[in-house]
Nanobody
Framework: QVQLVESGGGLVQAGGSLRLSCAAS????????MGWYRQAPGKQRELVAD???????NYGDSVKGRFTISRDNANNTVYLQMNSLKPEDTSVYYC???????????????WGQGTQVTVSS
């Protein structure tokens, strides 16, 4: 099993910046893709950004040019640098990782507990 621990959420003023991190740990595993999703009240969960192990990235349209995703493979950690934050970015942000277990020989997507990001106007 894989556990994802997120940190960095909080309250920030519009136009400000925030950096989220998510570290994966647990039993023997190999992580491929990692990413961030968000879900605000009354809305469906949407992709924020994802990144492959090789470093290829993809961003949701609403955050392109403002957010940057990166990862540290040595520490199984993914980051999300959020700049020029807007009130509409207010949401619960969830980290995810696709991991393959060498014990069960299966792969699945794991999710973090979510961290609240609130942007005031």
């Amino acid at each position: 099993q894989v556990q994802l621990v997120e940190s960095g959420g909080g309250l920030v003023q519009a136009g400000g910046s925030l950096r989220l991190s998510c570290a994966a740990s647990g039993s023997i595993f190999s992580i491929s893709d990692m990413g961030w999703y968000r879900q605000a009240p009354g809305k469906q969960r949407e992709l924020v950004a994802d990144i492959t192990r090789g470093g290829s990235t993809n961003y949701g349209d609403s955050v392109k040019g403002r957010f940057t995703i990166s990862r540290d493979n040595a520490n199984n950690t993914v980051y999300l640098q959020m700049n020029s934050l807007k009130p509409e970015d207010t949401s619960v942000y969830y980290c995810n990782a696709d991991a393959w277990s060498v014990i069960t020989r299966t792969s699945r997507r794991y999710w973090g507990q979510g961290t609240q990001v609130t942007v005031s106007s």
